[in-house]
C-alpha cells in the first residue's frame, strides 16, 4: 500500500531512465557541455518493455530524504503513538528469552527500559553488531567521498531524463563528480540537487569552497545556489560474519555495505526487512518456531554477499571507463588531459572509431544500470523454502537477462490476471504479515480445498487462486501460462514476501497431506 504515495511524488520513468556522461554541464570552451556517451538505465528507454514485462509497475526514483517521510507516516498510521523519533538505544542486554532495552530520550534525557522478545538491528551498524562482537568482513574504508546538497536553477542546461550524469572534467581530474536530481520537481525545473565529489586535500569543511567547487564541476561561474548540507561518507564493501545473534538480527547497513554503484544498497535493505517481517509476525502469534527466524540469515547472507561483491565490481568498473573508453589512463599526465578528450570528440574517421570503440565500453556498463536479474532474480536455495529437484535458469554473466520461474526460492513471476472485471497481478495474491498465496492450475480444485483446510489449521491465510481457462482467475493475456511451469493439475505455495516456498508441477493423490507436509516443513511447525 506505500507504492501510490511513492509514485505520486517521485520522478517517472521517462524523467530518469538514462545515464549520462559528459564534461560539463555549459561553458563556451570548445570541450564545454559536451555528452561523452548516454545509454538507458533502470527500466528507461529501450528497457521499458522488459521492466513492465516482470513487474505488475515501473520503477520511479525518490531519494531517500522524500521516501522516509512517507514511510513514517505509514507506520505511524498503522502503529499510532509507538514510533519513537528523538530516541537512541543507550544500552541493551540479551537475556536467555527477552532482551531488555535501555532507550534514552535525546530531548527529556528520560531513559525507557523496553523488555522485547526480539530486536531488530537496522542501525547502520553504529552500535549493535559492534556491541555483540559481529565482524563485518571485507574491505572497509575504501574512499572517502563528500556529497553536496544545494538548491540551483539548472533547467538554462539540464537535460531530461537523466538519473545519474558523471562529470568528466577535461582539464582537472580533481572536479569529475556525480551529479543527481534530489526533486521535489523532476526534469529541468528540478530545484534540488546532490553532487558527490572525491575531495582530495580540499578542505571539507569550508562551504565557500564547496560552493566554488559547485560552480566549477558545473561550469556555471556565476551560479546563484544555497548549499544546505555537506555530508562525508566512505565507500566500503563489508558483509557482517553473521545476520543473527541469540534474539538480535541485523538488517540493512548492520548486514552489509557496499558502494551505492547498482543501487544494491537500499533496495537491498528492505529486501532484509521483507524477508525477515513475516518470520517475525509467524513466530511471535505461535504459528512458527523461534527455529524460522535462523532462515533469515541462510537466506539473506548469501544473497547479501553477492550484492556486496557486485556493488565493489561496477564501483571500479567506472575507472575502467575512464581509462579505455576515454582515454584517460594513468598514463595521461594532467596538461595532455585536454588532448585526450579533443582526440575523443575529433570529427574525423580516426575520432568516428575512437567513439566506436568507446561505446563499445561503454556498453559494459549495462552491468550497473541495466542489471534488471540483480534486481529481481535473486533465489534462496536455503532456508524457508522446499527444493523439488529442479534446476535454477540460467543468469547472465552481466545481470541483464532475466529469466523468471516458479522454482522453489525464487521470487513469484509477475502475471497479469482478471477475476470478476478486476485485473490485478499474481504477485498481489499474498496478504500481510503471514497471509501465504496458493496458485493452482484450472483443474488445482483439490489443492484449493486442502489449503481452505490446513488455512484453520495452521492459523495462517492462505489465499488460493485457481488460473486459467474456466478457473475463478483468467489469465488475462496469456502470461501466467508461459512462466507457471506445471500442468493444469499443479500447485504452488507463496510466501508472504512473493518468494516460492514449494511447488507440485503436477496434481497429488493426497493434497491435503503432501501440503500439510510442505507447510510443517516451511514453518518449522513442531
Not at 31 to 49: C, Q, S, Y
Not at 78 to 97: C, K, M, Q, T, V
Request: charged share 25%; aromatic share 8%.
Amino acid at each position: 500500500g506505500v507504492d501510490g504515495a511513492v509514485a505520486e511524488r517521485g520522478g517517472p520513468l521517462d524523467k530518469f531512465g538514462k545515464v549520462r556522461w559528459q564534461t560539463s554541464l555549459t561553458g563556451d570552451g570548445p570541450l564545454d557541455a559536451r555528452v561523452i556517451h548516454e545509454m538507458d538505465a533502470f527500466g528507461g528507454g529501450a528497457l521499458r518493455e522488459m521492466y513492465a514485462k516482470a513487474g505488475p509497475i515501473l520503477p520511479t526514483k525518490l531519494p531517500q530524504l522524500r521516501l522516509e517521510p512517507i514511510l513514517r507516516r505509514h507506520a505511524e498510521q498503522r502503529n499510532p503513538g509507538r514510533i519513537w523519533f528523538g530516541h537512541e538505544l543507550a544500552a541493551f542486554s540479551d537475556d536467555r528469552d527477552r532482551v531488555i532495552a535501555e532507550v534514552h530520550d535525546a530531548e527529556t534525557g528520560e531513559i525507557t527500559t523496553v523488555a522485547a522478545q526480539y530486536v531488530v538491528a537496522a542501525d547502520g551498524g553504529r552500535t549493535v553488531g559492534a556491541a555483540l562482537g559481529v565482524e563485518m568482513e571485507g574491505v572497509p574504508g575504501m574512499v572517502d567521498v563528500t556529497t553536496a546538497y544545494f538548491s540551483a536553477d539548472l533547467s538554462a542546461w539540464w537535460h531530461d531524463g537523466t538519473i545519474i550524469t558523471w562529470f568528466l572534467n577535461p582539464y582537472r581530474p580533481d572536479l569529475s563528480s556525480t551529479l543527481l536530481e534530489m526533486g521535489p520537481t523532476w526534469g529541468k525545473h528540478c530545484e534540488e540537487w546532490a553532487l558527490h565529489f572525491v575531495p582530495g586535500d580540499a578542505d571539507r569543511s569550508d562551504e565557500r569552497a564547496i560552493i566554488s567547487r559547485i560552480r566549477e564541476v558545473l561550469g556555471v561561474r556565476d551560479l546563484d545556489l544555497t548549499l544546505h548540507k555537506v555530508t562525508h561518507w566512505t565507500v566500503e564493501r563489508v558483509l557482517a560474519n553473521r545476520y543473527r545473534d541469540g534474539h538480535v538480527l541485523l538488517v540493512g547497513d548492520a548486514a552489509h555495505r557496499q558502494p551505492p554503484t547498482t543501487g544494491l544498497g537500499l533496495n537491498g535493505g528492505i529486501q532484509d526487512a521483507h524477508n525477515l517481517a513475516w518470520k517475525l509476525a509467524a513466530v511471535l502469534t505461535g504459528r512458527a518456531n523461534d527455529s524460522l527466524l535462523d532462515t533469515y540469515e541462510a537466506e539473506r547472507r548469501h544473497v547479501g554477499r553477492h550484492n556486496v561483491d557486485w556493488g565493489l565490481s561496477t564501483w571500479f568498473h567506472h575507472k575502467v571507463l575512464t581509462e579505455a573508453a576515454v582515454g584517460l589512463g594513468p598514463h595521461i599526465p594532467p596538461q595532455r588531459r585536454a588532448s585526450a578528450f579533443s582526440a575523443y570528440f575529433d570529427p574525423s574517421p580516426v575520432g568516428a572509431a575512437v567513439r566506436a570503440r568507446a561505446a563499445e565500453i561503454f556498453r559494459t556498463h549495462r552491468a550497473e544500470c541495466q542489471a534488471h536479474d540483480l534486481e529481481i532474480g535473486f533465489a534462496y536455495e536455503e532456508g524457508a523454502v522446499i527444493p523439488d529437484g529442479s534446476q535454477p535458469p540460467p543468469r547472465a554473466p552481466m545481470g541483464d537477462g532475466h529469466h523468471p520461474t516458479t522454482r522453489p526460492g525464487h521470487l513469484l513471476p509477475h502475471a497479469w490476471i482478471e477475476r470478476d472485471g478486476r485485473r490485478l497481478s499474481t504477485q498481489d495474491l499474498t496478504g500481510s504479515a503471514t497471509g501465504f498465496a496458493l496458485l493452482t492450475g484450472p483443474a488445482g480444485t483439490p489443492w484449493c480445498e486442502a489449503a481452505e483446510q490446513l488455512s484453520e489449521k495452521f492459523s495462517i491465510p492462505i489465499t488460493t487462486a485457481r488460473i486459467g481457462n474456466g478457473a475463478e482467475y483468467a489469465d488475462a493475456d496469456g502470461g501466467w501460462a508461459a512462466v507457471r511451469q506445471m500442468t493444469d493439475e499443479g500447485a504452488i505455495l507463496v510466501r508472504p514476501d512473493n518468494h516460492v516456498a514449494w511447488r507440485s508441477t503436477s496434481g497429488s493423490e493426497n493434497p491435503a497431506g503432501t501440503l500439510e507436509h510442505a507447510i510443517s516443513l516451511i514453518l518449522e511447525h513442531k
